[in-house]
C-alpha cells in the first residue's frame, strides 16, 4: 500500500488542523492505521492508531482528549484532527499501516510525512 499525507501548515497555539492521509491499494479497509510524529532532534513517536473496523482507537497520552483519529474505508483516508494545537506539538506528522492487530510499533508502511508547525 502506498500512503500520502497532507493537510499539514503553520497554525498558532491553540488552533487546530485536520490531517488527512489516502491510501493506494484495495485492501485499505484491513490495516490497522497509525499516526507518527518526530520533532527536530528527536525520535520518532506514536501519536495514535485506529484498528481497520473502526472499533477501537489509541492515542498516545500527550495527546489524549485533543487529537482524534478516524477513518473512511470507502474513501481509502484516515484522518488526525488535532485540537488545542500546542508548539511540543510542532513535528512531521507520518501516516503508516500494518496488516494485524492495533499496536503502537511493528508497522509495515510509511508515508512521506507532513510538516505541522505550531507558533506559541
Known amino acids: 500500500v502506498q500512503l500520502q499525507a497532507s493537510g499539514g501548515g503553520l497554525v498558532q497555539a491553540g488552533g487546530s488542523l485536520r490531517l488527512s492521509c489516502a491510501a493506494s491499494g484495495r485492501t485499505f479497509s484491513s490495516y490497522t492505521m497509525g499516526w507518527f510524529r518526530q520533532a527536530p532532534g528527536k525520535e520518532r513517536e506514536f501519536v495514535a492508531a485506529?484498528?481497520?473496523?473502526?472499533?477501537?482507537?489509541y492515542y498516545a497520552d500527550s495527546v489524549k482528549g485533543r487529537f482524534t483519529i478516524s477513518r473512511d474505508n470507502a474513501k481509502n483516508t484516515v484522518y488526525l484532527q488535532m485540537n488545542s494545537l500546542e508548539p511540543e506539538d510542532t513535528a512531521v506528522y507520518y501516516c503508516a499501516a500494518r496488516v494485524g492487530v492495533l499496536v503502537t510499533g511493528g508497522y509495515d508502511y510509511w508515508g512521506q510525512g507532513t510538516q505541522v508547525t505550531v507558533s506559541s
Open positions: 485506529i484498528s481497520w473496523s473502526e472499533s477501537s482507537t
